[in-house]
């Protein structure tokens, strides 16, 4: 989360401090400052990225809430002394003064954290040639051992520029990003300025806290230029939905107070080490005080495939869909024992190693070990359980496992080799430009999760196509190289008469071969010597242009619509 910046000829925007409803998408050139905020619309309730920056549009008028969450110093206790003679005496005596060990302890962890300024230059999935005005932001971050700091993954996200500055410093420094994880919201940072370490005494990691530890989050939040802190304890561990990396891992809920801006800084327990990373809020008006916080475990597996692999490779999974066996006739049905418990494969991806050894119907009994209950949960800690997903998330790519299945009234048991999830509609592009390809006006793009948001907003999920989500939502990748290819728009030109209409369709296949990906319809086409170019899409549409003509007029086309070139980079090698 981070704090407006003041654009320059533009008056800045009053940020909506109640609701803090932040686009993921970016903003237009009006827009006064970004938010790197990302809101995904779940019914009722948003979940909100800690994200840098200024809400883009607030609903509503700002309301502020002052919640006060220690006691106050100022307050006094009242006593009734009774004198030699009888008589009683109403006398005032001050609190005890306040203990400041926790405060001591808190000190040298609060003059690690620094502030992350970040100027962004967003793509432009929906003109895939360009890319949107750059616009800043800010949010907080964290020093921590070997010369780097901690932040959030959507703080500097598409970043051009990315400088620090400590606490009670003047000085910005110019900063190097090393690594970025999408799916667990954490970017790795370094400075080459050896000033910029002078004097710091990096953050330590805790142990994962029990329910009802004290937290403190340490930040930089939209509300003024100093460091801020709020307190509060741990109220929830479960799996999480990361907003930010549409993935599920292990996430702490607290109730400190998490605005933007806070994004990327320490959650600090009693002891002054951290246990976690301030990157995500609930915005709803039936909840208050609901901030999420990314764990040590998953911080340390960040670092540790960082050093492991000297960049980030990302977190496994076991690329299976399961259904739950709580039913005892589904069981029977199965040839379940009394004493076996499990979870029911219903698809495999095919993408995944697992594919060649697991079939569906497969019963998963255990993984590496540890069995697996009805509902797909597995042992936590003492008196808390947790979905299996947990035990998959601690391995690396390329670890492997043993998983015990049952099948056919066999007990078996196999070796898998773990990769990362292949998905035939991305969440994430890594940092890579959009690809594209244009003939006779047709604009050829894959789509990604954000090319749909581009589209079609925030709310996506409800406004974009049926057929486009139903493939995001439950489509799977046959390939690791396969692509969902749709024209995006077609440029108006005399060639396409009758076309205009054509938006976000998918393209099945060209002069009768399959669409495979967006790079193999570019070399087909390129390279096509036939009179026609067939392009069958869904809805059993066709479009027919002669390719003579059709490659004649795309060069006009793009010129009059001041396009560099007819395909993107990344197709032409």
Known sequence: MEE???????????PNAESMEFQFTNPGPSTAT?????????????????????????????????????KSPERRSSRFLESSNGDAKHVVVPDAPPSWESVARLVPSMDAVVKVFCVHTEPNFSLPWQRKRQYSSSSSGFIIGGRRVLTNAHSVEHHTQVKLKKRGSDTKYLATVLAIGTECDIAMLTVSDDEFWEGVKPVEFGDLPALQDAVTVVGYPIGGDTISVTSGVVSRMEILSYVHGSTELLGLQIDAAINSGNSGGPAINDKGKCVGIAFQSLKHEDVENIGYVIPTPVIMHFIQDYEKNG??????????????????????????KPDQKG???????????????LKPSDVILSFDGVNIANDGTVPFRHGERIGFSYLVSQKYTGDTAVVKVHRNSKILEFSIKLATHKRLIPAHIKGRPPSYYIIGGFVFTAVSVLYLRSEYGKDYEFDAPVKLLDKHLHSMAQSVDEQLVVVAQVLVADINIGYEEIVNTQVLSFNGKPVKNLKGLAAMVESCDDEFLKFELEYQQIVVLQTKTAKAATLDILTTHCIPSAMSDDLKT
């Open 34 to 70: 970004a938010a790197a905020n990302d809101v995904v619309s779940a019914s009722a309730a948003e979940l909100t990225e800690g994200s840098p920056s200024l809400p883009r549009r607030g609903r509503g008028r700002p309301r502020k809430i002052v919640k006060h969450v220690e």
């Open 4 to 14: 407006p910046k003041r654009k320059r000829g533009r008056k800045p925007k009053v």
């Open 311 to 336: 960049a980030y490779t990302g977190f496994p999974i076991l690329g299976v869909e399961w259904q739950k066996m709580e039913n005892p006739d589904l069981r029977m049905l199965m040839g379940m």
């Open 343 to 357: 979870v029911r494969i219903r698809r495999i991806e095919p993408t995944a190693p697992e594919s060649n050894v």
